[in-house]
């Protein structure tokens, strides 16, 4: 094409899982994070462990108490074993 020396396209970018979480309109670091994007590749697999780094985790809460993994080498009890 005569003229033309440079060309990329431009991408529309749309998302198609919405989360069911009630208290998302409240996280609004999900969106710093683009988390919508990320429901549209991938929504969890049993293969994949995830850290929670944080001070607290509410062990009971449904989205958590299910999936949670305890390192089965880990001393959980603090007796070196």
Do not use: K
């Amino acid at each position: 094409m005569d003229g033309i020396r440079w060309a990329e396209p431009s991408y529309i970018y749309q998302v198609f899982y919405d989360p069911n979480d009630p208290q998302r309109g409240n996280q609004y670091n999900m969106d710093l994070i683009s988390a919508a994007e990320a429901h549209d590749v991938g929504r969890g697999s049993r293969e994949i462990v995830i850290a929670i780094t944080d001070t607290g985790m509410d062990m009971d809460h449904p989205d958590l108490a299910a999936n949670l993994y305890v390192n089965p080498g880990e001393d959980l009890n603090g007796n070196g074993g």
